[in-house]
């Protein structure tokens, strides 16, 4: 009884709560209701987070480089400040201009002596020279361009299928892992002297489609930018699941159109990821590879202006660095929208 009593004694509304509560003071009428955040207030946040912030970290950045430079001694003198490095981007510019300049004067003049030699009837005279002037700076940027390029379609060609079959077949992934543990780590110092001895008893030709220096390079981003790929393909496979293998099995498709409605498509997302780490790895490598075997691209440049070792030399070097970060970075940022793009393609 007690008990009933208690629980409907507190199901009973309190007369003093009840009472309180009707005579509770309205609201002021100026009352003013909590502000809402405005769509523009949302924009200037986005706008501060996303470009006013990395703005002030750069600018701080460069103040300090400009306050800090002048204090380091080098062998060439003092470091060069942000003006010093972007001084010589602009000397590099207008020695390409100039070269641009010469190269088309070049053809001009041998065009018109062709024209004068036709002209006297002396069909031997006429020539077909290919300009033979030093490499610019933005020639050597579009080599190095061309060298990853290469070595990253070669490393996407080796390493995509065999990272399907490891993902696959988990026999064939415990006999290819040993392999990828111990060849991933090895430097791109260490290839380059093997691709080297090897490129040079393969390509014997004066006169090859591509030179040895460029085969080499191309090479040893290759060996050393293909792991990523491999490694996220076989993890991108390994993990489809199942049930869509199963529906393969019941549906009888042949090995290609499974691998092509069901394998591949689950897989895209971590295959691009692999890409996008092989493209960043392969650009680093690349450097190396060029100033060792002297193909004529960043690399080289850098390594050129080291032994060059003139007052504007280390000033050369220093925005050599930065327009590789950059063409690293934009790099990385394509790659980035082809796997959102592939991933976006997916859900859909």
Excluded at 86 to 104: H, K, M, Y
């Amino acid at each position: 009884m007690a008990t009933a009593f208690a629980s409907i004694v507190e199901d009973q509304p309190d007369p003093t709560v009840a009472r309180t509560t009707s005579q509770a003071a309205p609201p002021p009428p100026f009352a003013k209701e909590p502000a809402k955040a405005s769509p523009l207030a949302g924009k200037l946040a986005g706008w501060s987070r996303d470009l006013l912030a990395p703005l002030a970290g750069i600018t701080i950045f460069l103040a300090l480089w400009a306050l800090l430079a002048p204090t380091v001694q080098t062998s060439l003198g003092a470091l060069p400040g942000p003006l010093d490095v972007a001084g010589q981007g602009v000397a590099l510019f207008e020695e390409w201009q100039a070269a641009s300049a010469q190269e088309a004067q070049f053809y001009a003049d041998q065009d018109t002596r062709n024209a004068a030699a036709m002209a006297a009837g002396n069909a031997a005279g006429v020539t077909d020279f290919e300009y033979s002037g030093p490499p610019t700076f933005l020639d050597q940027i579009l080599t190095s361009l061309k060298t990853v390029a290469l070595g990253f379609v070669l490393a996407s060609v080796v390493a995509v299928p065999i990272g399907l079959v490891c993902g696959l077949s988990q026999r064939v992934n415990a006999a290819i892992n040993p392999l990828v543990q111990i060849m991933k780590p090895v430097s791109p110092l260490a290839w380059l002297p093997i691709v080297t001895m090897v490129i040079s008893a393969m390509v014997d030709s004066n006169d090859p489609l591509l030179a040895k220096s460029f085969l080499v390079s191309a090479l040893v981003v290759m060996l050393c930018s293909l792991w990523p790929t491999l490694i996220n393909t076989a993890v991108g496979t390994a993990s489809i699941d199942k049930d869509l293998l199963n529906v393969g099995r019941v549906l009888k498709l042949g090995w290609f159109a499974k691998l092509t409605k069901l394998v591949l498509p689950s897989s895209l997302p971590y295959i691009f990821t692999g890409m996008r780490l092989s493209l960043g790895v392969g650009w680093m490598v690349l450097i190396a590879a060029e100033m060792l075997s002297q193909n004529p691209g960043l690399g080289k440049f850098v390594w050129d202006e080291f032994q060059n070792g003139s007052s504007q030399s280390l000033a050369r070097i220093m925005f050599a660095v930065v327009v590789i970060g950059f063409i690293g970075f934009g790099l990385d940022r394509l790659m980035m929208a082809l796997q959102s793009a592939v991933s976006r393609n997916r859900v859909a």
